[in-house]
């Protein structure tokens, strides 16, 4: 099993910037893709970037160009550098990852509010 903790949600202005970060704990060797999704109440789970373990990165167009995912694997870490934050970015953000198996797992969330 892979543990996950994401950090560094809060409140901040239009404009502004946001570091999520995920720390990955258990059997980690076995995580292929990572990825960062949203969600607001009354709608669905969204993906917002992700990666594989090559160069390979995926972004939703709400946020691409603004969003960054990247990665330490020596430090188990996994980031969401967010810029040019929009109140429509407003969500709890959630940390993801799919090992072998397949077997999928998240994190317990941290809350994102855009707002002046």
């Known amino acids: 099993q892979v543990q996950l903790v994401e950090s560094g949600g809060g409140l901040v202005q239009p404009g502004g910037s946001l570091r999520l970060s995920c720390q990955m704990s258990?059997?980690?060797?076995?995580?292929?893709?990572m990825g960062w999704y949203r969600q607001v109440p009354g709608k669905e789970r969204e993906l917002v970037a992700r990666m594989d373990l090559g160069t390979r990165e995926d972004y939703s167009y709400a946020v691409k160009g603004r969003f960054t995912i990247s990665r330490d694997s020596t430090k188990n870490m996994v980031w969401l550098q967010m810029t040019n934050l929009k109140p429509e970015d407003t969500a709890v953000y959630y940390c993801n990852v799919l090992t072998i198996g397949p077997n999928e797992y998240w994190g317990q969330g941290t809350q994102v509010t855009v707002s002046s």
């Open positions: 258990g059997s980690v060797f076995q995580v292929y893709t």
